[in-house]
């Protein structure tokens, strides 16, 4: 709802907010005014303090005097005012209007903060502002600090600072300065996200989302929800420095939902529960009645801290002789600790009770929520009541209504969303974009709605309705969804086949065509694919934001190149990087990309690169040493040698685009001198065309090379090693399958340890079969991991060349081995055909009768050879007899039904089938 006020307004709030508060502080140092408002003898004042009225506090009457409004005020105002911010319009406008925040940033604002000395590789060096580490101890473990400030902040208030104006002062003070010292000492919202009291109340009430916040996942605006921005040039601009990620200021469910398994949730949660209830049934244990609480004499009480030895419990008319300094944070711990083992209890009786039917984290999320709705409501019994009395008893009833209305319409909102409809909406929206951006005509059939306003299953339906949608069309699409997937740090090379599988399914894109298009962005931008990156879209707001910042600056100065820019503006480019927190290797990434002939080198250097290594892997699989495991190896070489064909086409495409023709000469030169064996194959597809696409000099380059390559005929055993463990950790489960079960015929212990990841990790089950009958084996036969080996004979057959490997690896599971003895009947002619039959080893006759019914037509089959194709795919009874002819003869067999249902899940593979079966009977009639 505010996500989009403009800053400059906001920033004016934030002013007047904060300047409110500082003068509230002053109030507590001196204040002329409270006390004729509030003495008895000001009778026209609803704020005066009533003499005759006793408020009990263990037995005895308290004294009573005008008093100072500066901490009633704060306590029954200003923090209920916050708790009801944040659940109703969500963080996004709380963190924008906080004084605290706001203060926060004075030393970023001055140019203050701390810089560190960086020393690069080359020498030169570098002032700057650090940030907290992810991996460091109060990154990993700031929820427990911030936790632990709160709860010395409440025992505080009732021992210390609820009604002594000095006290309070010095606790507000001190808050500001340990604010601004953060600000200074760390860069971005440092203090907000990793120190202050407040951030798990703000995590508490506004996540997954307020009741009128906005969806950040689903907003197509580059600036989200609370997001650190400032303006320039009358437009507004990113200021985020990636100083936490996932980071609520940016999308508050995603910082929800990739936390919510976390212990450090379950104390936040629960732990706040008991702590709250704590807080307030104190006052009555301490008091001894309810009236102490409810009348706010608390915040004006006379002699607080006079107090703290005195006995810290009333009970049943009895004062029991604990001093209060230690029975209030008794009590709080107590009920803390209380509620963290009764929530985590009563989590795991769910848990037990329903895990079949939701996800741990769906249980998890709706005891949170329900949490979250019962202390919300709880909280407002107590909050702001010696306020609400000054009212109308029909006001107070109004207030109390709304506030169970508007939490019992956030309870509803939140109770029903999952971790998977936040990612199918976050991968809804993305693919909305990019359906705008095809500017495809929908207009036909969505009537008078936009794009924008199509719901997340609505805008799946007409991604498959739309005629002028084409298969290339889908994949264009898949690819910049999931392109920009990876950039945002959503999914990660391993995570994404899993993650997008609902898009795929929806877009009808195969695992296999997923894989294609993952190496084709790693030809793109090979630093979408390098793990050594950090990935998220905090790091994508921050580079975004240096880059955009860079080139405003050559567009306002009109510099004609980035190294003007850099040579006239030195001191203000050192300022911006330090305001990004850019590293090194940041820089040069990013300078890369903005000089034209440095990035198009630096890409096809890389691509070269890669396809050294890919060519010295297929080298490493063709070593005599594995001629026995030919069969099991014609499946990697086939996935190693599509790999090369997509890097030389993404070589060839940089060539085409680029209009320097000495560094096209340069990259065809390098390319021809690899000599890899595809490279004609390539040129010479006619659907890509590339003799006419490509200058004849680079054509007759790539043709010519300089150097003659020669083959190495034995590589080291560490390399061949190393090639099969980077094989191992493929997305392909069959590419997994088989390098970790050629790896044991090498050295099985590495083996093992391969194994064993695949076995921890998340993956496929093929890969796990095959790790697990590694596991317990001394040595590993390929007839002991039966779906690979089955997975492996279709792979070599021709009749299944070609398949995509989720196919291959079903066809695998529901196939199943038949052994026949010489001169026995596999199929009688007449007989109805029931199975695909492929001849694996062995020998058969096909018999059928001749046309004139004499000699009869005898055709002999090899292993590799299907018997019966087309009575299977005619659904006609077999026209022959098959007869075995040698002992043993063994078959692969898959019924009809199964196969026929693949035939209609599979597209690709019915077509291909149809054109491999249209070329036999060609050949036939010829």
């Known amino acids: 709802m505010f996500n989009q006020t403009r800053e400059k307004t906001m920033h004016s709030v934030r002013w007047i907010l904060t300047l409110g508060w500082l003068i509230l502080i002053l109030s507590l140092f001196y204040d002329p005014i409270s006390p004729l408002i509030t003495s008895p003898d000001n009778l026209v004042s609803p704020l005066r303090v009533d003499v005759d009225r006793c408020i009990l506090v263990q037995g005895e009457c308290l004294e009573k005097d005008y008093y100072y409004l500066g901490a009633p005020v704060f306590w029954g105002i200003i923090v209920p005012s916050s708790i009801f911010i944040l659940l109703i319009f969500g963080h996004e406008l709380w963190r924008r209007i906080c004084p605290l925040s706001f203060l926060s940033l004075i030393p970023r604002a001055l140019g203050w903060q701390r810089k560190i000395k960086n020393v690069s590789k080359s020498g030169s060096v570098r002032f700057q502002i650090p940030r907290v580490e992810q991996d460091s101890w109060l990154g990993r473990n700031y929820l427990y600090v911030q936790m632990g400030w709160f709860f010395i902040g409440l025992c505080s208030r009732i021992l210390f600072i609820n009604a002594d104006r000095l006290a309070l002062a010095i606790w ?161 711990g107590l009920f803390t600790i209380a509620s963290i083992y009764i929530g985590k209890t009563v989590e795991k009786i769910i848990k037990k009770k329903y895990h079949h039917q939701l996800s741990h984290e769906t249980i998890r999320h709706r005891t949170f929520t329900l949490l979250t709705f019962v202390i919300f409501d709880f909280f407002f019994i107590f909050a702001a009541r010696s306020w609400l009395v000054l009212l109308p008893l029909q006001a107070q009833y109004i207030w109390d209504f709304s506030l169970v209305f508007l939490s019992s319409i956030w309870l509803y909102q939140t109770w029903h969303k999952t971790p998977e409809m936040y990612n199918k909406e976050s991968l809804t929206s993305r693919l909305r974009k990019q359906l705008k951006k095809l500017g495809l005509n929908i207009s036909r059939f969505v009537e008078d709605k936009s794009i924008d306003n199509l719901n997340t299953d609505e805008v799946y339906v007409l991604a498959k309705v739309l005629p002028e949608f084409t298969k290339d069309k889908r994949q264009e699409l898949y690819k910049n969804v999931l392109k920009e997937s990876l950039e945002e740090g959503y999914v990660n090379t391993v995570s994404s086949l899993e993650m997008l599988s609902q898009m795929r399914w929806e877009l009808s894109i195969s695992d296999d065509e997923h894989r294609t298009i993952l190496t084709e962005l790693g030809v793109e931008d090979p630093s979408l694919l390098d793990a050594s990156k950090l990935h998220s879209l905090e790091n994508s707001v921050r580079l975004t934001g240096y880059r955009k910042a860079l080139e405003r600056m050559l567009s306002l100065q009109q510099k004609q190149s980035i190294e003007d820019l850099l040579e006239s503006n030195s001191q203000d480019i050192r300022k911006l990087k330090q305001e990004y927190c ?194 317990n084996s001394e040595e590993i036969n390929l007839s002991e991991s039966e779906t690979l080996h089955k997975i492996i004979i279709l792979g070599n057959a021709e009749f299944f060349d070609g398949i995509s490997s989720t196919t291959l690896i079903k066809l695998g599971e529901l196939s199943y081995f038949k052994n026949y003895q010489k001169d026995e009947i596999i199929s009688d002619e007449g007989d109805t055909c029931r199975e695909l039959l492929l001849l694996i080893e062995g020998q058969v006759e096909i018999i059928k009768p001749s046309a004139n019914g004499d000699t009869p037509i005898i055709s002999s089959l090899i292993p590799g050879q299907v018997l019966d194709e087309l009575e299977v795919l005619s659904h006609e009874k077999q026209s022959g007899k098959i007869v075995a002819k040698t002992t043993p003869t063994k078959i692969l067999a898959i019924a009809v039904d199964t196969f026929d249902e693949i035939l209609e899940e599979d597209h690709e593979f019915s077509r291909r089938i149809l054109e491999l079966e249209t070329s036999r009977l060609k050949q036939i009639f010829n």
């Not at 469910?253 to 949730?265: L, P, Q, V």
């Not at 005195?310 to 029991?320: D, K, Q, R, W």
């Not at 090194?584 to 250097?605: A, C, M, N, P």
């Open 172 to 332: 507000l003070l001190f808050t500001i300065f340990s604010a601004i010292f953060v600000g200074y000492y760390y860069g971005g919202k440092s203090w907000c996200n990793y120190f202050c009291p407040m951030a798990p109340v703000q995590k508490i009430y506004s996540e997954p989302n307020g009741l009128l916040g906005s969806k950040a996942h689903m907003d197509d605006n580059k600036i989200t929800q609370s997001m650190c921005r400032t303006v320039e040039d009358d437009l507004e601009k990113s200021a985020c420095v990636a100083c936490q990620s996932p980071c609520i200021d940016i999308d508050s469910e995603r910082s929800y939902w990739d936390g919510i398994t976390k212990g450090d949730r379950t104390v936040l949660y629960y732990g706040y529960f008991g702590l709250v209830i704590g807080y307030f049934l104190y006052y009555y244990l301490y008091a001894g009645n309810w009236e102490y609480y409810f009348s706010g004499i608390w915040a004006y009480e006379q002699n607080q801290l006079g107090t703290l030895l005195a006995p810290g419990f009333y009970i049943l008319g009895e004062p029991i002789n604990i001093p209060k300094i230690i029975a209030v944070p008794l009590t709080l």
């Open 582 to 775: 850019i590293t090194y290797d940041e820089e040069e990434e990013i300078l890369q990309g903005l000089h034209h002939d440095s990035d198009i080198r630096g890409k096809s250097d890389y691509i070269l690169a890669q396809l050294e290594y890919l060519i010295e892997r297929y080298h490493t699989l063709n070593q005599p040493r594995f001629l026995p495991q030919g069969e099991e190896l014609n499946l990697l070489r086939k996935a190693v040698k599509q790999k090369k064909r997509l890097l030389i086409r993404g070589l060839l495409e940089i060539i085409e685009t680029n209009e320097d023709s000495s560094i096209d000469e340069e990259i065809a030169q390098n390319l021809a001198n690899l000599s890899p064996s595809v490279l004609p194959e390539v040129l010479n597809n006619p659907d890509a065309n590339w003799h006419h696409r490509l200058p004849d000099n680079v054509l007759s380059i790539l043709k010519t090379p300089e150097n003659n390559v020669s083959c190495a005929l034995d590589i080291d055993e560490s390399k061949i090693i190393s090639h099969f463990r980077d094989l191992v950790v493929e997305s392909n489960p069959i590419i997994q399958a088989i390098s970790v079960y050629i790896l044991a015929q090498i050295d099985l212990n590495i083996a093992k340890v391969e194994a064993q990841n695949l076995l921890t990790e998340k993956h496929h089950f093929l890969g796990k079969e095959t790790a697990k009958t590694l596991m």
